[in-house]
């Protein structure tokens, strides 16, 4: 039975990362047309929280990663992201933080304290306090 | 003002209730005493100290027709207190349980009570005449971890429970020679005792504080994810709605009406929340004055100063200490929250009046109906 849903939930990695390469296309057309938002809300959407697979959590993370750094303007990001979209960016945000890179970091911390005025620290919360659901 | 009465009764409060007329409070200063307070003539006077538990009382609840208070503690007993003459006098009831009793509450008839526990069980407890001793029935098996809050249905069968597994659990906890068998309950015929009726697995941390409207059609329970859960049609297909709000978890709820709900927590200000027509739940405002003012990251507690640390000092404008800097706040409330009691007036359904008491060691009245653009949600 162990083996069986092993079986699936390899099948369904595949999957995911065949939809992970093709989100990934689309962000860098996005990015090229000089859509970065669009990208980041891309990027966001259908993150595979649900799966313990660490292959497709990495995979989706490479594009956030992608889509976060492309983010120049973090005050215009927020005027045109959508609520719905906060909660999934703070795990975003603190995977970014804790690889540690520089560069990363300081985009990371930037947004932040952006993300942190707007959805508060309830936002933060959500995002420590579950650890089901990890990005 | 919605806070018409605040009184420093402790250092830290862990749990109070009032007598039946709302004329003496009850509470444990964080030991393993009650204290009982009355107001004369303007004055709160220390009236009695019951003193028989060894650790910290956890909770307490004073029933109101037949004037008996329950307490349990971490020293795993509960005791029944009777007023006998101008004494309190203790009955003790063996929960048999090997960890602490965590929160307790009378049945709505007031023949059991629930105490809920950190041996991962919750104990129901009536009194059987023939032995003139209080029997304590335990749920076992049910709950993964700690029952953290109970809270009884109108129907005096069902119990609400939650747990720091992160579920909210229906139990039915009928005992026969105790409850009455109804003809007329309609929702199940298998109300056994211990049968789990629901369980909901809406949080992936742990849950509080949990209450049923007054109706009991509606569950609210809270996570400490900073999100409050509202349940309707409590049965085979319950349905759910997540709300999640911007500050700070919750660690208590209370229903003013059916359609209105104040959250406590560690925001240390009250959090109003209610349905509108069609039934969605949504944060309305804070009851305390002091938040509804300020607008941007001012944050009402230790932790968001370490944020204002870590975004560089003078931005925030925090000072050196955290704590210090959270007591001149300037609320009502300068600590975490951790219980709310309805004062309930005799004859009428609706509450518009309630306490809070929490770490700060104050004892908060608040009063709903100077909040006139809630009065819509308070029907």
Same mark, same amino acid.
């Given at each position: 039975m162990a083996g069986a849903e092993g079986f699936v939930e390899a099948d369904n990695a595949e999957a995911i990362i065949i939809r992970i390469e093709h989100k990934s296309r689309k962000i860098e057309s996005l990015l090229k047309q000089g859509k970065p938002i669009e990208a980041l809300k891309t990027a966001l959407e259908g993150a595979p929280p649900k799966t313990q697979d660490e292959r497709c959590k990495s995979a989706n993370w490479i594009v956030v990663h992608r889509a976060l750094m492309a983010i120049k303007d973090v005050d215009f990001m927020f005027s045109s992201l959508?609520?719905? @979209?906060y909660d999934i960016l703070m795990k975003y945000l603190y995977r970014g933080l804790s690889t540690g890179d520089r560069p990363t970091c300081d985009q990371c911390l930037r947004i932040h304290e952006k993300l942190t005025e707007k959805a508060g620290l309830g936002c933060i919360l959500r995002c420590l306090a579950d650890t089901v659901n990890t990005v | 003002m919605a806070a018409i009465a605040v009184h420093q009764?402790? *250092?830290?409060?862990t749990c109070h209730a009032w007598s039946p007329d709302h004329a003496m409070v009850a509470f444990c200063p964080n030991n393993n005493e009650v204290h009982i307070y009355k107001l004369i003539q303007e004055k709160w006077e220390k009236l009695h100290v019951l003193q028989?538990?060894? *650790?910290?009382? =956890?909770g307490i609840d004073w029933s109101v027709r037949s004037n008996r208070i329950v307490t349990v503690s971490h020293d795993r007993n509960s005791y029944v207190w009777n007023q006998e003459g101008s004494e309190w006098v203790p009955t003790l009831v063996i929960l048999r349980l090997n960890r602490a009793a965590l929160c307790v509450q009378w049945s709505p008839k007031e023949n059991k009570f629930a105490v809920g526990s950190g041996a991962k069980t919750v104990c129901i407890c009536y009194y059987e005449q023939e032995n003139n001793w209080w029997v304590s029935k335990l749920i076992r098996k049910r709950h993964d971890s700690s029952v953290t809050s109970v809270a009884w249905h109108p129907n005096n069968v069902f119990l609400a429970t939650t747990s720091t597994d992160g579920k909210c659990r229906v139990f039915s906890t009928f005992i026969k020679g105790v409850d009455i068998k109804e003809k007329k309950e309609g929702t199940s015929s298998d109300t056994k005792f211990g049968e789990q009726i629901l369980q909901l697995d809406l949080s992936f941390s742990w849950a509080f504080g949990v209450k049923w409207s007054p109706s009991g059609n509606t569950l609210a329970y809270v996570g400490h994810n900073s999100m409050i859960y509202f349940v309707d049609d409590v049965g085979p297909s319950p349905l759910a709605q997540n709300v999640a709000f911007r500050d700070l978890p919750l660690r208590d709820v209370l229903f003013v009406s059916e359609k209105m709900v104040i959250g406590v927590g560690f925001d240390c200000n009250p959090m109003v929340f209610a349905a509108d027509e069609t039934g969605i739940w949504t944060f309305i405002k804070f009851l305390d004055e002091r938040k509804t003012s300020s607008s941007g990251p001012? @944050?009402? =507690?230790q932790f968001s100063e370490a944020f204002g640390k870590l975004y560089g000092q003078s931005k925030y404008g925090v000072g050196n200490d955290a704590v210090e800097s959270s007591r001149t706040r300037g609320g009502t409330h300068v600590n975490c929250i951790n219980c709310i009691v309805p004062l309930r007036e005799a004859g009428s359904s609706r509450i518009t009046r309630f306490t809070t008491s929490g770490l700060d060691g104050k004892i908060v009245t608040w009063d709903l109906e100077s909040q006139e653009d809630l009065l819509n949600y308070h029907l």
């Open positions: 959508d609520p719905e @979209y | 009764f402790a *250092q830290c409060i028989k538990h060894d *650790q910290i009382v =956890s001012k @944050y009402g =507690s």
